[in-house]
């Protein structure tokens, strides 16, 4: 087998520049260092790592920041890993967080489909990294691949994407919607007045949104429904 390669995040390795000097020295491993946008060690084309102190995995907690980056891990990787550094016990003395909160958090990353591994120092963590990255690259004969984080979904574009699952709506209309009265909460309020908003919305498309918003047993009796209000407009009453 050739010489393992590890690609190790720019920011990381400003960080823990020993662990890089520790896999070569050690274990003979080429180092490259390149920004990567998710993880700080990539060991395959399936395989990277986010490596964490007891202590920043306290605090990551306690912002949401440690979900967030297990998300896009594992989004970008098929085998996402978590190795968290050092002693549980010495960074409690540190925080008042209690330990109910912490192994939550981990049975949280575990039901996401993170795997933790401890280790006790960063030399350790470099005996992970490396047996780890042998697995891939020696028996498995994987490839060193960097991936990209996939794009996250905008609020906007949720709102959106809620808004166009209306029957006659889509895209298009949804954006004009939500232009219009700034979220989709508010166009739900004001749903008599989408025909003025939207142009070529059909009577048959808001009875069928009148039935989506309201149930079909609810629609029959609810007072001043969108029906009545559009069909009096026909009628000329507006």
Not at 7 to 33: H, M, Q, T
Request: net charge positive; aromatic share 6%.
């Amino acid at each position: 087998m050739s010489k393992v390669i590890i690609v190790i995040d720019s920011k990381e390795y400003a960080k823990a520049s020993d662990i890089a000097a520790a896999l070569r020295r050690n274990f003979g491993c080429v180092v490259v260092v390149r920004d990567l946008e998710v993880g700080d060690y990539v060991l395959s084309e399936r395989c990277a790592v986010e490596r964490k102190t007891w202590a920043d995995f306290i605090n990551s907690i306690k912002d949401g920041r440690v979900f967030d980056q297990a998300k896009r891990l594992r989004d970008a990787y098929k085998i996402p890993i978590l190795v968290v550094e050092g002693s549980l016990r010495y960074a409690l003395k540190f925080t008042e967080m209690h330990i109910n909160s912490i192994y939550g958090a981990l049975a949280t990353l575990a039901r996401m489909g993170i795997s933790v591994i401890p280790s006790s120092s960063k030399e350790d963590t470099a005996r992970i990294l490396y047996v780890l990255a042998r697995q891939e690259q020696g028996e498995e004969k994987r490839r060193v691949t960097v991936r990209t984080a996939k794009k996250s979904t905008t609020i906007e574009e949720l709102q959106v994407a809620l808004l166009a699952t209306l029957p006659g709506i889509g895209e298009a209309r949804a954006r004009e919607l939500l232009k219009r009265f700034g979220s989709p909460m508010n166009a739900f309020k004001n749903v008599r007045l989408w025909d003025k908003v939207v142009k070529g919305l059909s009577l048959e498309d808001l009875r069928k949104i009148e039935k989506v918003l309201y149930g079909e047993e609810e629609q029959g009796a609810t007072q001043g429904s969108l029906l009545e209000y559009v069909e009096g407009s026909d009628s000329g009453t507006r």
